[in-house]
């Protein structure tokens, strides 16, 4: 079976995990297979958002722990570790915008691809939770995107206590950006996709280029670098088609035929 189902529909790339017998587990097949399908999806012009989704009731269950049981040798290990990190690098930095649909509980790995995308939106039975520690284990890998997407506090007191989150406080804490009805998950993602591809491509991507740099930076040095950001996207053929299209009432280049 395959584990990955990949689909452009219209103008998003639609990467759906497909292992709802295992919860949608990450399993060391399912973490490459996404991780490529990510970077094909950012560097294919026809891709212009990315929606990740799966299959079933469970969004991902995170590690497929019956594999990572059986694995001892350290460098084993460690390349599990390296390939989830990278996935979720690569969802995080993508230049093009990356959607969650959340249909149902997200577990450690699971609430880490939460925490990594652009717009996670949930339906109101959606649970996170981290339970690593519960285990034995820590959510090492996805604690700099939880760090992220949470702050310090609310990250530590989330891996620490074990104890499930749901929809309403995570979208009050940040870990979701909406929740809407299961009827109307699909139509939320179809408007927001519909929204992302009337912005331009570029604009989109040096948005999140952006955001990067100037995160940590004081107001001086964050100047320097949104004045430069400012001049140059100005300057650049997208600023100026979408100037002289709005002056001339019409649509931009990159607007896709109805």
Do not use: Y
């Amino acid at each position: 079976m395959n584990e990955l189902l990949i689909e452009q529909r219209g103008t998003a790339r639609w990467l759906t995990l497909n292992r709802s017998e295992r919860r949608n587990a990450l399993s060391r097949a399912l973490v490459r297979k996404l991780h490529d399908a990510v970077v094909d999806a950012a560097n294919d012009e026809r891709c212009r958002c990315i929606v990740l989704a799966a299959v079933g009731p469970v969004f991902c269950a995170g590690a497929d722990l019956n594999e990572f049981r059986e694995a001892s040798d350290p460098s084993i290990l460690s390349s599990d570790g390296e390939i989830l990190s990278r996935t979720l690098e690569a969802l995080s930095n993508s230049p093009k915008p990356v959607l969650a649909r959340i249909q149902g509980a997200a577990l450690g790995g699971g609430v880490g691809l939460v925490a990594a995308v652009d717009f996670a939106i949930g339906v109101p039975e959606a649970r996170f939770t981290l339970s690593e520690v519960r285990l034995g284990l820590t959510p090492a890998v996805i604690s700099p995107f939880i760090l992220r997407a949470l702050g310090r506090r609310r990250a530590q007191a989330f891996m620490l206590a074990s104890t499930p989150m749901g929809a309403s406080e995570a979208l009050e804490q940040g870990l979701l950006t909406a929740v809407v009805e299961p009827e109307h998950l699909d139509e939320a993602i179809d408007a927001l996709v519909h929204s992302l591809t009337a912005a331009a491509p570029g604009a989109l991507a040096d948005v999140k280029t952006l955001l990067q740099e100037i995160d940590g930076l004081s107001l001086a040095e964050a100047r320097r670098v949104t004045v430069h950001a400012l001049a140059e996207r100005r300057a650049s053929a997208e600023g100026q088609e979408g100037m002289s299209a709005f002056l001339e009432k019409r649509k931009p280049s990159w607007t896709p035929a109805s």
